[in-house]
């Protein structure tokens, strides 16, 4: 019988025994859930968290991102579906949107300078954006929140 490589026997060790050799996917599970359940964030999404957190007004892409922790845009992003459940450009959609929420009721900005201050250029996908995350354009929602602070 041959040696043992890698991680699993040679599949002819299987063709002999009753043994089934895993599949792909319960081996993709067992390392998922490996990796899911260990107490600590891999570094890399949580540097890539701080960025987000601290510099979302900037022209950020996937591949910025990666480069900035060192790792490929699809490593990156298994790595954050891992322990965010979300693609990293997701999290910084809903970090901008955050910020946009707390520009529109705390200032009288309007909604193209709110954008441009959250750092979308675009009006009309910033209106698109804001409007999945909180289910009001960003006029309506701030007129809606002036209402309910003026009713007490």
């Avoid at 790595?79 to 929420?101: G, N, S």
Wanted: hydrophobic share 40%; net charge positive.
């Amino acid at each position: 019988m041959s040696a043992v490589v890698g991680r699993y026997p040679p599949y002819e060790t299987y063709k002999t025994s009753r043994r089934r050799p895993p599949s792909k996917r319960a081996a993709k599970d067992l390392t998922e859930s490996r990796l899911r359940d260990s107490s600590r964030k891999n570094v890399r999404v949580t540097s890539v968290l701080a960025l987000i957190s601290s510099r979302f007004y900037e022209p950020w892409s996937l591949e910025l991102f990666a480069q900035n922790v060192n790792v490929s845009s699809s490593r990156l992003s298994h790595l954050f579906q891992v322990h965010e459940q979300t693609p990293p450009m997701a999290a910084l959609k809903v970090r901008r949107m955050e910020w946009a929420a707390v520009l529109l009721r705390s200032t009288h900005l309007s909604v193209k300078e709110v954008a441009a201050g959250v750092g979308i250029l675009d009006v009309c996908h910033f209106v698109t954006d804001f409007q999945d995350i909180y289910g009001l354009t960003p006029a309506v929602y701030r007129d809606h929140k002036i209402a309910r602070m003026a009713n007490g």
